[in-house]
């Protein structure tokens, strides 16, 4: 009998619950992706089935508002972490034009029409406006899942939604506090100053705290995970504390977050498998449940109010969308995909009906119509959204490079275990997005009577690269050699797997005058052309607030010039750390003009190169959590000079606490010897006794 009444509905037993909400979430996107319907309507869809107005299989629970509302503000947490900061922060007046543009049209048009047409009361014609000009960025995950996440559509659109939404809710807690007689001086003053301490905590005590989280629990990333969505819903709360929506908090807490999760990472891995697959769903599928399609046969006007706020709130929405491409040129696809992605209506405009409904000013009449619009919008958002953003992410990869040259192929020579997961991160983030090459963890073993056994002991070691680079999303591909000595396998590893670049980890230990790594290091750069980066790497890499690079002279006419380049920027839009170029005046202009022209953009500043002396002295401003990179030079090509040599020494003896790149440039198989290099004709730009 208690078996019969568990299967009773609506469902009430929480594990029955969780089990139908899973085969939702399962069942409902591969459903209608065959019949080319975007996942996220099928969500919505199966909400509007199983829900209270549908066949009332689920509740709307307090369980169901709960996981909805993390969800959603999942979603605004993933925008924020998810957007290039350098185009951001580029397009924040483009993003404050189009914020306004979406918030103005709207909210003008539709308190015109609701007060002279269909003559509401001019705080209820501007209340009902206002949900017009607030959207949900319900498409965002397949604007993600498309790659296209960093198109300036988007990132204005992201920017804009903040604008939108801080402005409707303004308007709703306006409003409310005329109804209620509460508007006076003193509630802007408290107003403003809640808002000030809140954004002044998320921005700045957060960051700081983060970055010493993960300085202190670098290897747990279950603990990682933890503490971020910790602060995330930390931040939620302090935004409803200073008066605005708790979406405000989760994307500032993306934005002050951004820099410290690389996009590469294990760690932003977890995070976006978590949301996208559990909690951005519920999210869906609690929208679903609010929409009641009975409202449509309610009467005419029922039909009528539901149709101008339909009608009304696509066209506003498209016209900004429209303004906005007119005013900074975008094509076509870009502004079909900002009406797509903020057409949308859902979370911020039911706080503003209900809240209108609760102090009277809004009609049920109204209220439901709120809930069609819920659903079309929803409905139209996705569908445009996947269309466009297919279109958009089709022409942006023909814009990569021809990807039948030879790819990019980094290798990693491991020996100390306890570098694996540094070095592995390290090459994940400098790995060329355009290419689908494996990383390359390398076990060299000495051919002698013993090397079997060895073999399987490097074997079992290196699974653990495997493990943590799997936890990244990353495709590792483990080879190990047997050869007569350790440089000897690495060199037959790079020809043998066409490798061009080298990661190495160093101990930071001079063994030798002559010599400057030791043996194995020195044999490699000696006997290839590859690009070779020599680490040590002491801080965790996503707590690193600046990389500064330092370059010799002549570095610019290298062959492998464009190469190293590309490394930095990568590195930096990894970290999210600013780049310092250390450079002369023409070296300088050249790298300044690549960065320029290149993609992704990077935060850049450019200084004079310090003198040999003053790097020594560390007079050059370098702080603890920056990041050294040296650009050296092999013996006999154009930008070498005796001065490199002894930087490795320098880093080692006095940079003890700074994690450090020294790179040595791809070459040209025929490298100058030092007599020949003395008739090129290259000169440095400063004495070796200055500089290096």
Same mark, same amino acid.
């Given at each position: ?88 922060? /580029?397009?924040?007046?483009?993003s404050l034009i189009f914020g ?225 491409? /007119? ?20 979370a911020a405009t039911l706080a ?36 466009v953003g297919k279109r958009l ?142 680490? /040590? ?156």
């Amino acid at each position: 009998m208690t078996l019969l009444l568990k299967l009773v509905p609506p469902f009430e037993d929480p594990v029955l619950i969780f089990t139908m909400v899973l085969l939702i979430i399962l069942v409902a996107p591969i459903i209608l992706n065959k019949l080319r319907i975007p996942g996220i309507v099928g969500l919505i869809l199966a909400g509007v089935i199983v829900g209270p107005n549908g066949f009332n299989l689920l509740l709307r629970d307090a369980s169901i508002i709960l996981f909805g509302t993390v969800g959603l503000l999942y979603i605004m947490f993933l925008a924020g972490l998810e957007i290039d900061m350098i185009d951001f922060k /580029k397009n924040r007046n483009r993003s404050l034009i189009f914020g306004a543009l979406t918030f103005l049209i709207p909210i003008t048009t539709g308190t015109l029409i609701f007060y002279y047409l269909m003559d509401y009361q001019l705080l209820s014609a501007i209340l009902l406006s206002s949900m017009f000009s607030s959207h949900t960025l319900i498409a965002y995950p397949i604007a993600s899942r498309l790659g296209i996440s960093k198109n300036e559509a988007v990132t204005v659109t992201i920017g804009g939604t903040i604008v939108t939404d801080t402005a409707v809710l303004l308007v709703l807690a306006v409003v409310a506090g005329s109804s209620q007689g509460d508007l006076d001086v003193w509630y802007w003053v408290k107003l403003a100053g809640s808002l000030a301490i809140f954004a002044g905590i998320v921005m700045f005590v957060f960051p700081r705290i983060a970055s010493w989280f993960f300085k202190q629990i670098e290897s747990e990333k279950g603990a990682q995970y933890i503490f971020v969505l910790t602060l995330v819903f930390a931040a939620a709360f302090l935004a409803e504390l200073a008066g605005v929506e708790a979406i405000i908090g989760a994307f500032l807490a993306g934005l002050a977050l951004n820099p410290l999760i690389p996009h590469t990472s294990a760690l932003m891995n977890r995070i976006e498998f978590v949301g996208n697959n559990i909690f951005i769903p519920f999210f869906l599928i609690n929208v679903g449940m609010i929409v009641d399609l009975s409202v449509l046969f309610r009467g005419p006007e029922a039909l009528i109010i539901a149709g101008v706020i339909v009608v009304v709130a696509l066209v506003t929405k498209f016209l900004a969308a429209w303004i906005t491409q /007119k005013i900074f040129g975008y094509s076509g696809t870009q502004r079909n995909l900002i009406f797509g992605l903020s057409s949308a209506h859902a979370a911020a405009t039911l706080a503003v009906i209900l809240v209108g409904y609760n102090i009277g000013i809004i009609n049920e009449d109204a209220l439901n119509g709120t809930i069609v619009l819920i659903l079309v919008t929803c409905l139209v958002s996705s569908f445009v959204t996947e269309k466009v953003g297919k279109r958009l992410a089709i022409i942006e990869s023909r814009r990569k490079p021809n990807l039948s040259e030879k790819p990019d192929r980094i290798l990693v020579p491991i020996a100390n275990p306890q570098n694996i997961e540094n070095l592995i991160d390290l090459s994940v983030m400098l790995r060329n997005p355009d290419y689908h090459e494996p990383i390359y963890p390398l076990a060299v073993v000495l051919d002698n009577e013993h090397a079997e056994e060895e073999i399987f002991k490097k074997n079992k070691m290196l699974q653990e690269a495997i493990t943590h680079a799997s936890a990244t999303d990353n495709d590792v591909q483990l080879v190990s050699k047997i050869d007569i000595n350790i440089a000897s396998g690495i060199l037959r590893a790079i020809k043998e797997l066409m490798i061009t670049e080298v990661v190495l980890g160093w101990n930071a230990k001079i063994t030798t005058r002559d010599r400057i790594f030791g043996t194995i290091l020195d044999n490699l750069l000696e006997n290839t052309e590859q690009m070779i980066l020599v680490c /040590k790497i002491m801080q965790p890499l996503n707590t690193t607030s600046r990389l500064v690079v330092i370059v010799p002279a002549n570095a610019e006419l290298e062959r492998g010039f464009l190469r190293w380049m590309r490394a930095v920027r990568l590195l930096s839009t990894q970290l999210g750390a600013k780049v310092v170029f250390m450079a002369g005046r023409r070296t300088n202009n050249q790298i300044k003009s690549t960065v320029k022209s290149s993609k992704p953009a990077i935060d850049a500043t450019y200084m004079p190169r310090p003198t040999m002396a003053e790097f020594e002295n560390n007079q050059t401003g370098i702080g603890k959590d920056d990041m050294v990179v040296v650009i050296s030079a092999r013996r006999g090509t154009v930008s070498y000079n005796g001065m490199l040599d002894n930087v490795p020494r320098v880093l080692s003896r006095n940079y003890k606490d700074n994690s450090f790149i020294i790179v040595y440039p791809e070459q040209h198989p025929n490298v100058y010897q030092d007599n020949q290099f003395k008739t090129t004709g290259y000169t440095n730009e400063t004495s070796e006794k200055e500089s290096f």
